[in-house]
Structures are given as C-alpha cells and as structure tokens.
C-alpha cells in the first residue's frame, strides 16, 4: 500500500484485484480495504460519494451529441425552407411567361391568377379566333366567373391563394388597382377629349380671324364708295355714319378675333406643355364621322360591359360581398390551434416548437438552445408533444355588428349600382342623339355652302358682264368664307360628338396611341 502526495490509499492484492481510490479525507478511519475481483468484497465502511447514475451508452452518446443534432435540424429545416421559397419563386416566374403567351401551337394552356372579368374576355375573343384548352389556374375570384370559364371549356384549378388566409385582402387589393386603372383610363380619355377641343378651337378661331380681316377689308372698301357718293351727292350723311359704324364692328371684331387666336393657342400649349411660339399651325381638318353599326340597345350593352363607372362600381359591389363573406366566415369559423413541439431531454436540453393558428392562417416556428450549462433541476424527458386548442364563438356581439354593417353596405352599393346603370343609360342615349343632331347640322351646313359657292359664281358673272361691282364679288366671298366656317363648325361639332359617345360607351380612346401601357 502507497499514500501519494494528495492523501489518496492505493490497495494491491495478491490475486488479480480492482484498485480503489478514495480520499483519506473523507473518512475518519484510515484504514485500507482489499477487494478481489473474484471473492466477496471485505467488509468496508460506506464512502461518503455521490451514488452513480446508471444509463446506457446509446442515452450517453446521445446527451452528448444532443446540441449538435439539435442545430443540424435547425439547419436542415431551414435549407428546406429556402428549397421551397426557391420553388416558389421559378414557379412564380414561369407562371408569369405562361400568363404573357396567349396562344401556342397545339393545345394552348393559359394561367390567370384571380381570373378576373377582364381576362375571360380576352380569353372569349381568343376562343372565337381558334378553340383552345385555357387553365384557369390558381383561381380564387368569383363563382359567376368560373361558371363563365367552364362554359367556354377551360378548366379550374383553385389551389393555391384561394386557401391563403390574406386571400380577402389579395384580390381587395386587385379591385383597387382595377379600379385605379379604369380611373387613369377616364382621365387619358378626358385629356384626349380636351385636346381635340382645345385644337378645334384654335382651327375656329383662326378661320373667324380670317373671316374678321375680310369684313374689315370689306366695310373699308364700303366706306369708301359711301364717302365718294355722298361727295357726289348720291349718298345721304346717315349712310356715311352707318358705313363708319359697320367700319367700326369691323375692327372691333378683328381685334376679338386676334385675342380669341391668342388665347386658344395658350391654351392648347398650356395642355400639351408646350411654349406657344414652338406650337404649329392647327392643319389638320375635321373629318365626318359614321354613326356606329349597332342599334341603340345594342350600344347600351356595350356601355352596360365597358363603361369605366360601371366597372368602377361592380368592383366596389364585389369588396361590399367580399366583406361579408368575410364577416360571416369569421362569426362561423372557430378558433382552433395546434401546436407541436420536440425536446433532446436532460438538464441542458434544447426544444423546437411549432404553432399553427387555422382561422388567421398563421403559422410560428421557434427554437430554444441553452447557452449555459445547468446543474441543478429535474432534467427534462425527451420525446414530442402535441397540443390542440378550439374555441366556439356562440355570443359575439362585435362580429354581429360588423355582419349587420356589411349588409347595410352591400345594399348601398347595389343601389349605386342601379344608379350609375341608369345614368349611363341617359348619357348614352344623350351622346347618341347629339350625333345624329350634329350629322343633320353638317348636311345643312354643306348646302349653305353650296349656296354661297353659287351666289359667288353669280356675283363674278355679273361683274364680267358689267351688270355688278367687285364690290359683291368681295361681299360674295366674305359669305363664302363663312359658309365654309360653318360647315367646318359642323364637322368639328361631330367628331367631338363621336368620340364623346365612343367616351360614353366605355371605349379607351387613347388605345391607338398606347394608352393601355
């Protein structure tokens, strides 16, 4: 037997033994023991040490390698996550080239998200040039339009948004900016119709310019006759005076013509944003529109699909049901949770715990790996738990409210709709009736002019036969001029009148011009 420096026995027996090593401070008897590895162990007072925890080796393995297992989850979880916000975006970007593709060779696949109205009329017209298969993919509108897209044989998929919880807030979203579109095409359409105006103005008060300089030379040309004949003594001193008062119109009318000119052309440059002296002379002339191909009730139809007011107000009737669906789906659907969750077990154990909320479709993910090592407390059991919470909304005063707001909402807007139906009904039928007016102005405008073409005609062989003076040739052209104002008016009149009934019937004037862009 040996005592090292620290106080500790080492007993050695004659057999093959086991060594035992104790302090010598932890007993007050100092003596030895002696245990054979084959006999029975020698009475031996009880060391005063902690008993051992027996475990088997796998348990060891795993405490130990607990933490690193725990993180190379952690890991693999989230490099599943972006593996699939990965698929999510190539799918998203090849269902954005698909949507861009109308038509293939062979069986045509179409993918509209939402399927809104717009689409399935694109969609109607493509099947009229060719029948195809169209997919309405990921659809999550309304059922009237899904009933329209199987009629035209295309088929429905409804995964996807229609499950999503913010689904409501999605196509809310949707509508706003068809809405925000259709407004931006009102005011495209507004300023095209302005500038048409503004344009026509300018023609109109050049062509009056025109009109006042030859009065002016005219009543100049008169008043010199007058003057000479009352100097001869065949005109009285009261056709002198008249003849200087119609001298005096004259240039007064000449000088409001010039201002009108001034003031048409700041304002057309104000619209178009243009210095007036880089703006050019209105050349071109006004052309004779048609009357549309379709009867009246037929352009009321058209109006009833395309006007912008209308679809305006469908798209608010449409959040007013979105709303209360919404609402009464949140007064049925209970609030149920589930929660499930793994702990690696012992004193330092680590946990990953996940939630998932059904009615606000909410999912949580969270994880817990101690940071410091503990020692005391009653280590934690490994394995999995699973929790399930459900509760019934049976008296929910607060959604009632909101139900019955809803509704009072939904029939405000249904009786919009029938407003804003009827008054487009009135505008068309109006823009219609002006056409017409306008057209039958252009046919008496066109024989007045035909008249003053003949008057002149007249006027020129009399002078040429001696028989009248340069006098009525130049009168005869001053109403030449106006006859052709006129008809011109008459035109301007219906262009204006057809494209404020084309406005009327919900047509985007600006199309040609790239204004769907």
Known sequence: MEQDAAGVRLVMGACPEALIAYSAAAHDERASSQVSLFGEAAALPAPRLPQPEIQPLSAVVGLSLGQERFIGTLLTLFAGIALILTGVGIYGVISYNARRRTREIGNHIIGIVGARQKELLILEEEMGQGAFTPLLHCFSSRAVLAERGLAIGAYVSFSGILTFRSADAIRSAERALERAA??????????????????????????????????????????????????????????????????????????????????????????????????????????????????????????????????????????????????????????????????????????????????????????????????????????????????????????????????????????????????????????????????????????????????LRTAQARLQAGTGTSVDVQAAQLNQLQAQRNLEAALIQAQLAALALQNALGTDLTASLGGTR
């Open 182 to 455: 259709l407004v931006r095409r009102e005011a495209r359409n507004a300023l095209y119709l302005t500038l048409h105006t503004q344009y026509f103005n300018l023609r109109q008060a050049q062509n009056d310019l025109a009109i006042s300089q030859a009065t002016l030379a005219l009543r100049e040309r008169q008043l010199q006759i007058v003057t000479a004949q009352n100097q001869a003594g065949t005109a009285t001193l009261s056709d002198l005076l008249t003849a200087q008062q119609n001298l005096d119109t004259a240039r007064s009318g000449l000088v409001s013509t010039q201002g009108a000119v001034e003031i048409a052309r700041l304002t057309l440059a104000g619209t178009l944003g243009l210095n007036p002296q880089n703006l050019g002379q209105p050349s071109t002339l006004p052309s004779e529109p048609e009357l549309p191909s379709e009867n009246l009730e037929a352009l009321l139809q058209r109006a009833y699909v395309h006007r912008s007011d209308l679809l305006r107000t469908q798209l608010q009737l449409q959040d007013a049901e979105e709303n209360l669906a919404s609402a009464q789906r949140d007064r049925l659907i209970p609030n149920a949770a589930l929660s499930a969750g793994y702990s690696t077990g012992g004193n330092n154990a680590a946990s990953v715990s996940a939630g998932l909320d059904f009615k606000s479709g909410t999912a949580s993910l969270s994880g817990a790996v101690p940071l410091v090592q503990g020692s005391g407390g009653a280590p934690q059991a490994q394995g999995w738990n699973v929790g399930l919470s459900l509760s019934v909304p049976i008296f929910d005063p607060v959604s009632d409210s909101r139900i019955n707001s809803t509704q009072t909402a939904l029939q405000a807007t249904r009786q919009a709709l029938e407003t804003t139906r009827k008054a487009a009904e009135l505008d068309v039928r109006q823009k219609y009736q002006s056409l017409q007016t306008a057209k039958a102005s252009i046919a008496a405008a066109r024989a007045g002019l035909n008249a003053a073409n003949q008057s």
